[in-house]
């Protein structure tokens, strides 16, 4: 029997992006964007309940491509309020805008992957727990994180959308130490 991180369960589309994506390094700019905005999505609802619907998500928002999005208004917003297919949360919407504009002044810069990469050198965080007890919902690093997103123009980007985030994309390998993807993502 494969040990896993127990928040995975038994349901398929769970138990795949816990061994498949969850917890991987990822370093690419749009694909961290993505991420980010469907965790502000998920805020208030289940994961699973985003991993449903990523798909449909990402053909409402152009495949997550933040210079289309960027460009949208009301028109956009007005017809992802009657798709049935995505989270129909105004506020949400209105801000995946502010956050492809953001996202864009940030890629200039220097890289939005390398603005995230750069508060843990590079590399993931390994901090090793044990249960799933020893998870904090959210850090310092995650609050330094929000605040310095929120600074550049992101919402929906608290401290435990961040940290939550940071697990996802692989900053911190969170996999609980007997879980089998623990070891492969520490190496």
Known sequence: MTNRCIWAGTD?????????????????????????????????LS???????????????AGFDPNVVATWGEKEVEA?????????HRGKIEATIGNAQAWQRIEADQG???????????????PNRKTRADVPAQTDLS????????????????????????????????????CHCHAKLSA
């Open 80 to 88: 992802l309020l009657q798709n049935e297919g995505i989270i129909r």
């Open 143 to 178: 609050v330094q994180i929000s605040k310095d997103l929120k600074k550049a123009g992101f919402k929906f980007c608290g401290p435990t959308i961040v940290y939550a985030f940071t697990q996802a994309t692989g900053m911190v390998n969170d996999h609980v130490v007997d």
């Open 47 to 61: 994961w699973i309940t985003i991993l449903k619907k990523r798909d449909n998500f990402r053909e409402a928002f």
């Open 112 to 126: 939005f992957d390398r603005f995230l990469w750069n508060y843990v050198d590079g590399k993931p965080l390994q």
């Open 12 to 44: 398929p589309i769970y138990v795949d992006y816990h061994d498949t994506e969850w917890g991987v390094p990822e370093y690419d700019s749009r694909a961290l964007w993505e991420k980010l905005i469907l965790d502000g999505f998920q805020a208030g």
